[in-house]
């Protein structure tokens, strides 16, 4: 039987390997300079600081730990959405009473510390990762800081929770964070109930998911027009009006990433095989 922390790195893999994910690197599809095999190695270096989650450890020094090791290899950030959707979910997973529920998942976010959000801010000198500016008259909020917005935060007595909150409304991950994971887990409710290749099922819940809502990494990274267009030509492909293998090399090719979908789709894998689904 695989252990929380062997079930969260299995997730990680098995989501980079559902193809085809439109946009997304997959088995089948490479960015310029990113790879599937970054997405590889960034699973397998995560795994020290995901087993730093299990227990009652700083939840934020495990995310951070498993940021660092995720971002040893050549392709620079993989994984570090769907890092920072694992770390409540494996930290109520390997909990005492092991309750993997929206509700046990809401009680590890409230219990995040200002520790935490320090930590959270240190993960984003370990790689680069797209962000928005701040809310306004918060600009000593910046993750771009890093470690050097540690005052900030303490002085305003900010948790990881309360941080995740400030960015609920633009950022998908953070809206699971502060929303009860909801997506996340109704992902994983579809994942049982399908059939065939676990990689196959990964591949259609992420087209659900994209159908159902625009990816908000899209949004920051190419505008909200474009991540509208996605979420539409993805409902086209559920619909049978497009295909969904001319749609990914299309959306590649254009750079269209919905990369928060792809974190979903990760969180829902882990969830789904903690409560069962055979690999």
Not at 22 to 29: E, F, L, S, T
Not at 41 to 57: E, K
Not at 264 to 272: E, K
């Amino acid at each position: 039987m695989r252990s929380v922390v062997e079930n969260a790195v299995l997730a990680l893999l098995l989501e980079v390997s559902g193809t085809p994910k439109p946009g997304n690197v997959d088995r089948h599809r490479d960015h310029t300079d990113l790879r599937f095999e970054h997405f590889l190695a960034g699973a397998v270096g995560a795994r020290s600081g995901l087993s730093r989650l299990t227990g009652d450890g700083p939840l934020g020094e495990g995310f951070e730990r498993a940021v660092e090791g995720m971002a040893d290899q050549r392709g620079g950030n993989t994984q570090f959405g769907a890092l920072l959707l694992l770390a409540p979910l494996v930290r109520a997973a390997s909990a005492d009473e092991g309750d993997l529920s929206p509700a046990g998942a809401t009680d590890a976010v409230e219990r995040t510390t200002v520790g935490d959000a320090v930590a959270f801010y240190r993960a984003f000198e370990h790689v680069d990762v797209a962000v928005d500016d701040p809310p306004e008259g918060l600009d000593d909020l910046d993750v771009g800081r890093g470690a050097d917005a540690a005052p900030a935060l303490r002085e305003r007595g900010l948790t990881l929770a309360d941080v995740m909150d400030l960015s609920a409304e633009s950022d998908g991950v953070a809206a699971e964070w502060v929303g009860g994971f909801d997506r996340t887990f109704e992902a994983a409710e579809w994942l049982l109930g399908d059939e065939g290749p676990v990689p196959d099922r990964a591949s259609r819940a992420f087209l659900r998911l994209l159908a159902d809502e625009a990816d908000t990494f899209v949004a920051k990274t190419a505008g909200p027009e474009a991540a509208g267009e996605a979420t539409r030509r993805a409902r086209a492909v559920l619909d049978g009006a497009e295909d969904a293998e001319a749609l990914a090399d299309e959306l590649v090719e254009r750079g269209i990433n919905p990369g928060t979908t792809a974190d979903l789709t990760a969180g829902a894998l882990f969830v789904a095989l903690e409560r069962g689904l055979a690999v």
